[in-house]
Nanobody, 118 residues
């Protein structure tokens, strides 16, 4: 099973940027489909961005054009660059590994809090 550790969350003003990182261990990272999800209070966990192939990606409509998922296979790390943040982006962000589909995930990270103030 893959172990995931997220970092980079925090408090930021609306319009600001954050970059989340997720370090993976325990498996061949380069072959894993990775993704980022988020869960706001009182809401279900939702897909934010994911790799659908070696280089192909998919984004939630709400973050398209603002967020970018990327990976560095040499560092076993996946990133989520978040720009033009909005208060509605406030949530706990989770890294996910070994995505079989948008809703079937092999491993989850512990989550990192992102809070966007207005």
């Amino acid at each position: 099973q893959v172990q995931l550790v997220e970092s980079g969350g925090g408090l930021v003003q609306a319009g600001g940027s954050l970059r989340l990182s997720c370090a993976a261990s325990g498996s061949d990272f380069s072959v894993l489909l990775m993704g980022w999800y988020r869960q706001a209070p009182g809401k279900q966990r939702e897909l934010v961005a994911r790799f659908t192939g070696r280089r192909s990606t998919n984004y939630a409509d709400s973050v398209t054009g603002r967020f970018t998922i990327s990976r560095d296979n040499a560092k076993n790390t996946v990133y989520l660059q978040m720009n033009s943040l909005k208060p509605e982006d406030t949530a706990v962000y989770y890294c996910a590994a070994d995505l079989v589909s948008d809703y079937v995930v092999g491993s989850w990270g512990q989550g990192t809090q992102v809070t966007v103030s207005s």
